[in-house]
């Protein structure tokens, strides 16, 4: 045995196959754990899961293959590897023994921690664990004799090897996408389980963290007043602003869906629809900062929007009493400075909940109440959960499944296209229930308590239901569909409101099919409140050409 393996080492081994071997073996033997938990994950061990779970190793193997592939150069290799299989080899052993997710917090501990504690850690497990999945290879390669590609033609070599693996691994994604998205989606911790990728992440975003600088929130619109038509009124205003979750436009029969999906919206006198607006991200993590930032689109990143105050600021400056509500995951940072309740958990305040699901009904608790005992012009922001998915049969109560039958799995592979689809439609049944009581709430209050309430509308961003072979959201928006961009949107204000702000309803009314975008919302809602401030841009003010001059 010995001596056949000196042989082999004696011999030269070409860098492309090393490379490949290295690849395989990090995938396989270096993610015991992140494989069980993706089995799991994906319904278990049974000869029909065989394909996702073969193709699934094989997207990753391709993907450490181009990884890999971009350092296999002489004098780059064997130290990369090597540091790999040992880092890889360590953290598996720490993720198995202790059940322990490799991520920004465990590099913390890692680093902070004392010898005396670390020492600890070490036991004859993990020197075996390290020993057999990391050093044994590791000085199999530190001694091998690799030939590396040379010249023009070994570049133009790798970048095959690494733009093709990367291709055939987009390619099995592509296939296999309506069963590994909703894996993947409701099981995070698979992203912090994937060795070593996760530990390089982690580094990544310890030391980002630990050597940027402390973010300083630079103020914006502090000039923020109320105009004119606020000079010399007595009653208050009440704006609610809800944002939706993952309701894509072409779902709502308001915007033309051949399913009746806004039975109660299509009711509402004096309700405008706008039908052709796109979102910012594709993501909530992206568009809720972004639609609250004075950035539009193109120039928007999160740590712009994370430096600088956005709309709920400006808004406040200007003397409006905000509250934002929540039945989501938070407001991604954009209501760190004002009031904020928590409507999400079934031991909260909600008191529409059914098991460990709170439906968005709940956000309109105590809101007659609110509204009539406070003293001050209010914006209030509801935050849905709306049409989360993948489990969209969760998230509206039982007499909302007029679609039948639903998909209630998180395992698309379970489901047809069809009771994908109808449980979605469900979700958008429900929010339609939901913003007619909103307004229905708001109209009351017009009524009895003498306030001027309006209600705007949009959602985050839209979700894909199988076309194209696509599934939830979150795609690139440089190739994002329609499906996952193009959002709902909608505005409904008490007569007394829109007679108020001069607002033109006969105008809005002519622009409701105009191109529009979440750029347009922090300009608009300032445009629609008459608050004067330098931040505010006419130009993406939907109401400055449908305001009459006061
Ligand atoms: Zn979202």
């Avoid at 005396?116 to 664990?129: D, I, Q």
């Avoid at 709309?311 to 409006?320: Q, R, Y």
């Amino acid at each position: 045995m010995d001596v056949s393996l000196d042989k082999l080492l004696a011999r030269r081994i070409s860098a492309p196959f090393l490379t490949l071997a290295v690849a395989v073996f990090l995938a396989t033997a270096g993610n015991i754990k992140f494989w069980t938990t993706f089995t799991a994950a994906a319904g278990g061990l049974t000869p029909g899961r065989l394909p996702l779970l073969g193709g699934a190793m094989l997207i990753i193997v391709l993907f450490f293959n181009a990884c890999l592939t971009l350092a296999s150069f002489r004098f780059v290799a064997k130290p990369v590897f090597i540091l790999l299989l040992v880092t890889a080899s360590t953290a598996s052993y720490f993720i198995a023994a202790y059940g322990i997710v490799i991520d920004r917090a465990m590099v913390q501990n890692v680093f902070e921690t004392d010898m005396r504690e670390a020492g600890e850690l070490v036991s004859w497990n993990m020197l075996l664990t390290v020993g057999l999945l990391g050093l044994l290879p590791a000085s199999w390669i530190a001694r091998a004799r690799i030939a590396y590609p040379q010249g023009r033609r070994g570049l133009v070599q790798r970048a095959g090897i690494a733009g093709g693996s990367l291709l055939l691994a987009l390619l099995l994604l592509v296939l296999l996408f309506k069963s590994l998205a909703p894996a993947v989606r409701e099981h995070r911790e698979l992203r912090f389980l994937l060795t070593p990728t996760n530990t390089i992440q982690a580094m990544n975003g310890y030391l980002r963290g630990k050597w940027a600088t402390p973010v300083v929130v630079a103020p914006l619109g502090r000039d923020a007043m109320k105009g004119k038509a606020w000079a010399g009124q007595t009653r208050r205003t009440v704006t609610v602003i809800v944002v939706g979750e993952t309701a894509r436009a072409m779902n709502f029969s308001l915007n033309g869906y051949r399913r009746q999906t806004n039975p109660l919206l299509a009711r509402q006198p004096g309700l405008i629809n706008f039908s052709n607006v796109r979102s910012c991200g594709t993501a909530t993590a992206v568009s809720v900062p972004c639609v609250f930032s004075a950035f539009g689109r193109e120039e928007y990143s999160a740590s712009k929007a994370a430096s600088q105050e956005g709309l709920l600021d400006v808004l406040d400056h200007a003397g409006f009493k905000v509250l934002w509500r929540d039945n989501n995951s938070g407001c991604k940072g954009v209501c760190a400075r004002v009031a904020f309740e928590d409507l999400s958990r079934p031991d909260g305040p909600n008191g529409f909940c059914a098991g460990e699901e709170c439906y968005d009904e709940g956000l309109l608790g105590g809101l007659p109440e609110l509204i009539r005992r406070s003293e001050h012009d209010l914006v209030i922001v509801l935050h849905q959960k709306g049409s989360h998915g993948p489990a969209y049969a969760k998230r509206y109560p039982h007499d909302f499944g007029r679609f039948n039958p639903v998909c209630d799995s998180n395992d698309f592979d379970k489901c047809t296209a069809a009771s994908i689809a109808n449980a979605y439609d469900n979700t958008i049944l429900y929010t339609d229930y939901f913003l007619s009581k909103t307004i229905d709430t708001l109209r009351a209050a017009a009524e009895q308590d003498g306030v001027d309430t309006a209600m705007l509308y949009f959602s985050d961003h839209g979700e894909s239901l199988g076309e194209n072979n696509l599934y939830l959201h979150g795609a690139p928006y440089m190739f994002a569909p329609d499906e996952q961009t193009r959002v709902p949107m909608m505005l409904w204000m008490s007569d007394h409101f829109s007679e108020r702000f001069g607002i033109d309803r006969n105008c809005l009314m002519a622009r409701r099919s105009e191109a529009l975008s979440h750029d347009n919302v922090f300009h608009s809602v300032l445009g629609l409140l008459d608050v004067n401030t330098a931040v505010l841009n006419p130009k993406l003010d939907l109401f400055h050409a449908c305001t009459r001059g006061m």
